[in-house]
Every structure is written in C-alpha cells, then in structure tokens.
C-alpha cells in the first residue's frame, strides 16, 4: 500500500487521538512490530512497539491540557514529512502555557504502520 496525503492524514489524526486518550492499544496500532522512534535528535531512540508504547505512557500529559494539529507537507514513496503544531494549556484547559512547531520525518510499512518516526521540535518564544 502506498501513502497519499490521505493516508498520512489519517495516520495523524490517529495520533493525534492515541496521544489524546494514552490508549496503549490505539498507541500500538500506529506502529509496526518493530518500529523506531526518535524523540529528539540526540536522543537514543526507542526500539520495537512495546517499548515505544512504554515510553508514551511513561509520564502521560494531564488529559485535556494539551491539543495538536498536523498535517503533510511532502510525501516520496513511503516517506512523509508533516508539519503542525501542538499547543499545552493550564489544569484548566483552557488558560494557554506554551506552544510548539513539529516537524515529523516518518517512514511507513506497506500496511500503513510507522516504522520509523522521527520529530524534531522547536518552542514558540513567550512575548
């Protein structure tokens, strides 16, 4: 299966809730059985599904402080680069603390899963 904006859209959004609802299931579902991913660029990155689902839930934002919007901008083959923006609120979910510009580098299997994710991140500077 080859990717398409759509696809990679859809793999987002999902994202997007995976990361919304710290489901380890629809977290799993995101990648392949032995993805990697890379936090940061000089981070060690995690390896396999299990222990990228362990390193999503190991320190979980406070639900409803935090929303995100991401999108395509190039695909080759298998290849994708998305750019968006993910947004932290206070406890009250509505008070605005900080936001941050990402920009992803994923590389999919012929099912749709990410095999590789890569995310480097820069913070929107306070006025």
């Known amino acids: 299966m080859a990717i398409n904006q759509q696809s990679v859209q859809a793999w987002l959004d999902k994202?997007?809730?995976?990361?919304k609802s710290y489901d380890p299931q629809a977290i799993g579902d995101l990648y392949s059985e032995d993805a990697v991913n890379y936090y940061g660029a000089f981070d060690e990155p995690q390896r396999g599904r299990a222990a990228i689902?362990?390193?999503?839930?190991?320190?979980?934002?406070?639900?409803?402080?935090y929303d995100a919007s991401y999108h395509p901008i190039a695909i080759d083959g298998n290849l994708a680069i998305t750019n968006g923006?993910?947004?932290?609120?206070?406890?009250?979910g509505k008070t605005f603390r900080?936001?941050?510009?990402n920009i992803f580098v994923l590389r999919f299997d012929d099912t749709g899963r990410c095999v590789e994710?890569?995310?480097?991140?820069t913070k929107k500077p306070s006025k």
């Open 15 to 19: 994202y997007v809730q995976a990361w």
């Open 53 to 65: 689902v362990e390193s999503w839930l190991k320190s979980p934002d406070a639900k409803g402080t």
């Open 85 to 92: 923006r993910s947004r932290y609120f206070e406890a009250d």
């Open 98 to 101: 900080m936001e941050f510009d």
């Open 117 to 121: 994710f890569r995310e480097w991140y």
